[in-house]
């Protein structure tokens, strides 16, 4: 039972544009949630992350949006660069397991210069 | 970076053979954690710990255990390994059990023939 969905394994951008990776979760006890980017051969990277009292986080190139009526969340990133290509998985925690993190599948995006 | 190695950092074995991963940190966290990372699941918890001797169960720990002696050190142990833990595992810690302060090591990658 995923909890924590990312339904496009994969995305390809342009270089400059923007990039919109989306994430979508079942349990309603989740009140934080965050992005991980992760490079091949490399352990997972924090990136950003948003609090369910919050709908917007940013942090320079990203920013990310929560939907807690939808049980939605995406991150964007704008412009995109080549060195954005990677792996990023969304996750999320509950306040009774703050420490206990579950992620989603991961989607792969790809930037074209 | 976080001071997290994980030992070894590849290993092929057989099925039926116990297999120890290391995990050593450098940072003095209190949290350790243990996750696999597969296609089409993401990353899942295997198990953690909150303090020496101090462990519980993740979301996949049947066929793993897990031990903590010291601060620094935590490994988990697959008893008698099989195909179906081919995967590759990775660390983290954390210092105060909040979810955006886990730091991942650079993973361990296991084939179970």
Same mark, same amino acid.
């Given at each position: 039972?995923?909890?924590?969905?990312?339904?496009?394994?994969?995305?390809?951008?342009?270089?400059?544009?923007?990039?919109?990776?989306?994430?979508?979760?079942?349990?309603?006890? =989740?009140?934080? =949630?965050?992005?991980?980017?992760?490079?091949?051969?490399?352990?997972?990277?924090?990136?950003?992350?948003?609090?369910?009292?919050?709908?917007?986080?940013?942090?320079?190139?990203?920013?990310? =949006?929560?939907?807690?009526?939808?049980?939605?969340?995406?991150?964007?990133?704008?412009?995109?660069?080549?060195?954005?290509?990677?792996?990023? =998985?969304?996750?999320?925690?509950?306040?009774?397991?703050?420490?206990?993190?579950?992620?989603?599948?991961?989607?792969?995006?790809?930037?074209?210069? | 970076?976080?001071?997290?190695?994980?030992?070894?950092?590849?290993?092929?074995?057989?099925?039926?053979?116990?297999?120890?991963?290391?995990?050593?940190?450098?940072?003095?966290?209190?949290?350790?954690?243990?996750?696999?990372?597969?296609?089409?699941?993401?990353?899942?918890?295997?198990?953690?710990?909150?303090?020496?001797?101090?462990?519980?169960?993740?979301?996949?720990?049947?066929?793993?255990?897990?031990?903590?002696?010291?601060?620094?050190?935590?490994?988990?142990?697959?008893?008698?390994?099989?195909?179906?833990?081919?995967?590759?595992?990775?660390?983290?810690?954390?210092?105060?059990?909040?979810?955006?302060?886990?730091?991942?090591?650079?993973?361990?990658?296991?084939?179970?023939?």
């Amino acid at each position: 039972d995923q909890q924590v969905k990312q339904n496009s394994p994969s995305l390809s951008v342009q270089e400059g544009r923007i990039s919109i990776l989306n994430c979508d979760y079942t349990n309603s006890m =989740f009140d934080y =949630f965050l992005w991980y980017k992760k490079y091949p051969a490399e352990g997972p990277t924090f990136l950003i992350s948003i609090s369910s009292i919050k709908d917007k986080n940013e942090d320079g190139r990203f920013t990310v =949006f929560l939907n807690k009526s939808a049980k939605h969340l995406s991150l964007h990133i704008v412009p995109s660069q080549p060195g954005d290509s990677a792996v990023y =998985f969304c996750a999320a925690s509950e306040a009774s397991t703050e420490e206990k993190l579950t992620f989603g599948t991961g989607t792969r995006l790809t930037i074209i210069p | 970076d976080a001071g997290i190695t994980q030992s070894p950092r590849h290993k092929v074995t057989e099925t039926g053979t116990p297999v120890t991963l290391r995990c050593h940190q450098t940072e003095n966290h209190r949290y350790m954690y243990w996750y696999r990372q597969d296609p089409g699941h993401g990353l899942r918890l295997i198990h953690y710990s909150y303090g020496v001797k101090d462990t519980d169960k993740g979301e996949v720990s049947d066929g793993y255990s897990v031990s903590r002696s010291k601060t620094e050190d935590f490994l988990l142990t697959l008893e008698s390994a099989t195909s179906s833990q081919t995967s590759v595992y990775f660390c983290a810690i954390s210092d105060a059990g909040l979810a955006e302060t886990q730091y991942f090591g650079p993973g361990t990658r296991l084939l179970v023939l």
